[in-house]
């Protein structure tokens, strides 16, 4: 009742004095409603829009500034630490093994894959065709910084394209610093 009227309402089709006057941030009126309505199964009042949270929001702005191939690249937005190599790559690090799952679901043909060879831990997308030894070097450090083994020695990261997946090298890491990271990530 706080809009202007409509055109079904001008028409007769909806009954104005039905609808409801809530505004604000507070769900309270939205829930008495449910009560009343004997609705109790919906989902926890939120937010709402992804755009509205400051970290997928700037993932989002890199993303428009450095282009995108599909909306796999978008997608892929909601999950995983973000960092910007320079400009023509990206590295994503999984934070639980349902990130990393959906980050390799949604990963790119041409993106690169890479995994703790012999251990557990985060998986790493990276995005940009053909990225140097020293950038997959810095990739493979992410993965092992965000792991539980990193304070050991560099560690052996296995690596492959998204598009062929039997074909599997290996990399050692390269240590990264907090200073590092900082500067690099979106």
């Given at each position: 009742?706080?809009?202007?009227?409509?055109?079904?309402?001008?028409?007769?089709?909806?009954?104005?004095?039905?609808?409801?006057?809530?505004?604000?941030?507070?769900?309270?009126?939205?829930?008495?409603?449910?009560?009343?309505?004997?609705?109790?199964?919906?989902?926890?009042?939120?937010?709402?829009?992804?755009?509205?949270?400051?970290?997928?929001?700037?993932?989002?702005?890199?993303?428009?500034?450095?282009?995108?191939?599909?909306?796999?690249?978008?997608?892929?937005?909601?999950?995983?630490?973000?960092?910007r190599v320079d400009e023509k790559f990206k590295i994503i690090v999984g934070r639980d093994k349902?990130?990393?799952?959906?980050?390799?679901?949604?990963?790119?043909?041409?993106?690169?894959?890479?995994?703790?060879?012999?251990?557990?831990?985060?998986?790493?997308?990276?995005?940009?065709?053909?990225?140097?030894?020293?950038?997959?070097?810095?990739?493979?450090?992410?993965?092992?910084?965000?792991?539980?083994?990193?304070?050991?020695?560099?560690?052996?990261?296995?690596?492959?394209?998204?598009?062929?997946?039997?074909?599997?090298?290996?990399?050692?890491?390269?240590?990264?610093?907090d200073e590092e990271i900082e500067k690099i990530k979106i």
């Open positions: 009742q706080l809009l202007d009227e409509t055109i079904p309402e001008k028409e007769g089709w909806i009954d104005r004095e039905k609808l409801l006057k809530i505004t604000g941030r507070s769900r309270s009126e939205q829930i008495q409603c449910a009560e009343n309505l004997g609705i109790t199964e919906y989902p926890n009042p939120a937010g709402g829009c992804l755009l509205t949270d400051q970290g997928f929001a700037r993932r989002m702005k890199d993303t428009f500034q450095h282009g995108y191939r599909n909306f796999r690249e978008t997608i892929a937005l909601k999950w995983g630490r973000h960092f349902e990130e990393n799952d959906s980050l390799l679901r949604y990963a790119h043909p041409d993106d690169i894959i890479l995994q703790l060879a012999k251990y557990e831990g985060p998986l790493v997308v990276v995005k940009g065709e053909n990225p140097s030894e020293d950038t997959l070097a810095l990739a493979g450090g992410l993965c092992q910084r965000f792991s539980r083994y990193k304070e050991e020695a560099p560690l052996n990261i296995t690596y492959w394209l998204v598009a062929n997946r039997n074909e599997k090298k290996i990399i050692l890491s390269r240590r990264v610093n």
